[in-house]
């Protein structure tokens, strides 16, 4: 490869990560595996190409094919989803995120969202990120008991506060959004419903959790999670907020799209248009569930005791503050890769978090079924009951690239 004579230093790192990719268990819920026509497209020569504008409305020469490209993604997203309008040239999830705020509201306005903790978004509000900065945020949480968002007090916190957003969507929550009760308190207060579907796009694509269309007026995805596209994002909403949507992505957030990207968007929504991406869905789900139940027969904690998506989340404060982070540093050396998480009413800080959040699209992908997800959460809570035992890290990690070798990441692979 061309790579190798020119920089010998980064292509030695990517043959590596080709290998950790190739040896892990990846239960990342927000990562997965593209077929090797998104990865082509995103390799393309488009990678040369600028088009500020739209199509038909650039700002470049030279934009034909470019525009051909765009539509076509743009059509792909629309009928996946059964929007209206579909804008696809978002880098990533939170500048779509911020270009839809710019689109709704001016500094200071009032918007409401998932907490943080209880399994919210940074861009949903929080201090530290521009969402709690330039605008005034107030969150709703989860219910104490059942650890579920309690649609009462979301509406008691709406009607009191009157935002000019509601938020609905998540980023580590477990169970199933009910878009149409988020709707109802929207239009109870004349506020704009949001809904970040970011996590679960893939799935509602594939018609195994409810849609938030027609009931949102805007929504936003990512396109690298449960929808198995490139690294992006696509904003969808009403017709009659087309222009300001549009607006707010270019000129008002950002210059010319990535059109590479771009291609492998429309890939990706091709290939999420099939019958085999449908019994992909359902495969992601009954993955999750499996080893969720997994994890409950060891005597694992879950947030909300189980799952209705694609994702688990572990509660590790049984056992103790702040243990997300060294669980998730045995799991790594165990082959196992996760990400350490806040949970509902931690003590414990977004560093030193006491959760552990575990997803199935990329397993899944993989080829792996409920058989593997039960031996992967026999090896999960293992780990968890003995994080000081290398003996057993180095023993599961053995395990672990005899199942991934079983299983292996090869150009071509899309799930069927």
């Not at 020569?45 to 765009?70: F, M, W």
């Not at 629309?78 to 579909?86: D, N, V, Y």
């Amino acid at each position: 490869m061309e790579i190798e004579k020119i920089d010998p230093d980064i292509s030695l790192l990517l043959e590596k990560e080709n290998l950790r990719q190739q040896e892990t268990i990846n239960l990342i819920a927000s990562e997965n595996i593209v077929s090797q026509a998104v990865l082509e497209a995103s390799a393309s020569a488009l990678t040369n190409k600028y088009s500020e504008g739209y199509p038909q409305r650039r700002y470049y020469q030279g934009n034909d094919n470019v525009d051909d490209i765009e539509i076509i993604a743009i059509e792909r997203a629309k009928q996946l989803f059964g929007a209206e309008h579909a804008n696809v040239q978002p880098y990533s999830g939170s500048p779509a995120n911020a270009a839809v705020y710019m689109a709704f509201l001016n500094p200071g306005d009032t918007i409401v969202g998932l907490n943080l903790s209880c399994g919210g978004h940074l861009t949903h509000g929080h201090q530290v990120n521009f969402s709690g900065q330039l605008y005034t945020a107030v969150n709703y949480c989860v219910d104490k008991l059942t650890e579920r968002i309690d649609m009462d007090e979301v509406r008691r916190i709406a009607l009191n506060h009157k935002p000019k957003m509601i938020i609905s969507g998540l980023t580590a929550y477990p169970r199933i959004i009910d878009f149409e009760a988020f709707q109802k308190i929207a239009q109870e207060i004349g506020a704009v419903h949001f809904a970040d579907i970011s996590h679960i796009s893939g799935l509602i694509a594939g018609g195994v959790h409810p849609s938030p269309f027609p009931f949102c007026d805007v929504a936003m995805t990512t396109t690298h999670k449960t929808l198995r596209g490139p690294r992006g994002a696509i904003i969808f909403c009403k017709q009659k907020y087309a222009k300001q949507i549009d607006r707010a992505v270019f000129p008002g957030s950002q210059g010319g799209p990535h059109d590479q990207i771009t291609a492998a968007k429309a890939v990706a929504l091709k290939e999420a248009l099939t019958e085999d991406f449908k019994l992909y869905a359902k495969d992601i789900v009954a993955n999750a569930r499996a080893l969720a139940d997994e994890l409950i027969t060891r005597g694992i904690k879950l947030v909300t005791g189980g799952t209705d998506n694609h994702m688990i989340m572990i509660d590790l404060l049984p056992m103790g503050v702040g243990l997300g982070r060294p669980t998730a540093m045995a799991l790594e050396k165990a082959g196992i890769v996760t990400n350490a998480n806040t949970v509902p009413d931690d003590p414990g800080s977004a560093f030193s978090p006491s959760g552990i959040r575990i997803g199935t699209p990329a397993v899944t992908t993989r080829g792996m079924k409920t058989d593997q997800m039960a031996t992967i959460g026999n090896w999960i809570a293992s780990i968890i009951e003995d994080p000081q035992n290398e003996k057993l890290q180095s023993d599961i990690e053995q395990a672990v690239k005899e199942l991934c070798a079983n299983f292996p990441i090869r150009p071509g692979l899309v799930y069927n």
